[in-house]
């Protein structure tokens, strides 16, 4: 049985933004035009009881942010819909540049105000390096912004990409009036403070239209001689330099108000592609193959605080899921038959009957699945691609009860285990050591420690500033490196060795001591494929 019409009706995409872009809540926003949800939360409304649909940790809704991916799948036009809303703070940037592993496009959102900032440039490299499709969203109209073509010559100068206007604005701020959709040829009228979905938007046809001529004055002039010049100087759509990442539609709204919402959710059914294929070291594994084969992304723990679980997030890559399937976990060899496999709306779960390549389902364990694992119904693979970056800063940690020391050690391993925070135990002893991308995992760390484990941990300054995963083809000589700066070397969670240094300069004369050792910045997954020594 062929699951082509399944698999042709799969979208999978993330959102990514520089923080307080407006990220979560156009996730919410598109979340209630699918028909998901019935009425919006408010990110902002962290005393309130609403929060956030995708913001489900404690700390997220306390601060407001969002420091975990969220996962989330809908139905919109007969399509089945995977969004994944990542972290836009550049600590957590570890757990978003996973998640674009395991998607087939990317919706980028840019503050109207601010244009492109660092933490966007760093995500666009990353769906670069992966030829990930963007569409972009250009966000807060409603707000005294940039020029929009201020904002585009930005946005392509910036991220070095062609971008093509679908949508337009009609002025900005207290005169902002609309969007004129240039496929369309009709202006969507502008109206603020909505947290459902309204079916009678009031559309101008037409960009000789009097009737906006007279209501919207200078702003609607402008609009009409901006979008003139734009026909001239653009290029026009090419789904095929779309679909290789070197061009993007843009759209204009305002997604706190409801506004260009369905434009961007239309776009993203009508031009992100459907599942695409995924590599692993041996080859290239095609969404139509008809055996099952998925890989882990991402892991979650204590989703549900009360029964202290982990959930494996899992892409499906190709073939067709079934409840109870007997699947290999390809690092270990071992067999196993997941009966209890959901599907979330953020921290909502629905159990899950089947599922097809493009598909993210959550699959409950207790360690049995680590980050990067591939599962499949026999075959030996290992997908390629899933990043942990050496560290940047580091903090000893101590517990302040030592009779929790038990606790201390299980929840450290099972954040480590989720990508959390880097965790390295010392050869010698001594102090677990923390390691993070940025100093805002250690807080989230202590946080969850206490509420999720009940230990109180605190955490004191570490004298390493860098460290760097070690390799060698000689096993010899990689023991006797080993033995020699035992003092200096750390394991990690999957019990990789780690070079710790308190200065580069320590790195370099080990490097020249040992030129057969290699020292990596970048090691991938828990089948220990590590990137070029760096």
């Not at 940025?438 to 955490?459: C, I, M, P, W």
Request: hydrophobic share 40%; proline share 5%; net charge negative.
């Amino acid at each position: 049985m062929s699951h082509a019409p399944e698999i042709a009706r799969r979208r999978t995409f993330a959102i990514i933004s520089h923080p307080d872009a407006g990220k979560t809540t156009l996730t919410e926003k598109l979340l209630l035009f699918a028909g998901a949800i019935q009425i919006a939360g408010s990110v902002k409304a962290r005393k309130a009881s609403r929060h956030a649909t995708s913001d489900w940790m404690e700390i997220e809704k306390q601060r407001g942010i969002s420091v975990a991916s969220s996962v989330m799948q809908m139905e919109y036009r007969d399509c089945v819909v995977n969004l994944l809303d990542t972290p836009g703070h550049q600590d957590f940037s570890e757990d978003t540049y996973r998640v674009l592993t395991a998607v087939d496009a990317a919706l980028m959102v840019i503050d109207a105000a601010k244009g492109v900032e660092a933490q966007t440039l760093r995500l666009i490299e990353v769906c670069r390096a992966r030829n990930t499709p963007i569409l972009t969203f250009v966000n807060k109209m409603d707000r005294e912004v940039k020029p929009p073509l201020e904002l585009m010559e930005e946005v392509e100068s910036v991220l070095n990409m062609d971008v093509v206007p679908f949508t337009w604005p009609v002025g900005m701020g207290r005169a902002f009036g609309g969007v004129f959709d240039l496929r369309r040829e009709a202006m969507t009228v502008f109206r603020p403070g909505e947290d459902r979905v309204r079916e009678d938007d009031e559309t101008l046809q037409g960009l000789d239209n009097a009737e906006a001529a007279a209501r919207f004055g200078a702003e609607f002039d402008t609009a009409k001689n901006e979008i003139g010049l734009i026909r001239e100087a653009t290029l026009p759509f090419d789904r095929g330099a779309f679909l290789a990442a070197k061009q993007s539609p843009l759209f204009f709204g305002s997604a706190i108000n409801n506004f260009g919402v369905r434009e961007i959710l239309d776009a993203l059914v009508d031009l992100a592609p459907p599942p695409l294929p995924r590599a692993t070291l041996t080859r290239e594994v095609a969404p139509e193959e008809p055996k099952f084969a998925g890989v882990v992304f991402k892991i979650q723990a204590n989703m549900d605080p009360a029964h202290r679980d982990r959930i494996a997030f899992v892409r499906v890559v190709s073939g067709h899921f079934e409840r109870g399937m007997k699947l290999r976990v390809c690092r270990t060899g071992k067999d196993i038959r997941p009966g209890t496999v959901v599907s979330f709306l953020s921290q909502r779960r629905e159990l899950v009957d089947d599922a097809f390549a493009g598909d993210i389902i959550g699959i409950p364990n207790h360690g049995t699945l680590r980050l990067g694992d591939t599962l499949s119904e026999g075959e030996n693979l290992q997908f390629t691609g899933l990043p942990y970056f050496a560290p940047e800063t580091f903090q000893n940690v101590e517990i302040r009860d030592p009779m929790k020391s038990k606790q201390l050690r299980t929840g450290l391993q099972q954040l480590g285990e989720e990508g959390a925070i880097q965790v390295f135990r010392p050869i010698e002893g001594g102090s677990l050591l923390l390691g993070a991308v940025g100093t805002l995992q250690f807080e989230v760390v202590l946080h969850r420690l206490k509420s999720e484990y009940n230990v109180d941990a605190k955490l004191e300054s570490s004298r390493y500033r860098l460290a760097r995963w070690i390799t060698c083809d000689d096993p010899v000589i990689l023991k006797r490196f080993i033995d020699s700066n035992a003092h200096r070397v750390a394991h990690d969670v999957v019990e990789a060795p780690a070079f710790l240094a308190t200065h580069p300069a320590e790195l370099e004369v080990a490097a020249e001591r040992y030129p057969q050792v290699r020292f990596h910045a970048l090691r991938e997954h828990a089948g220990r494929v590590f990137a070029e020594a760096a």
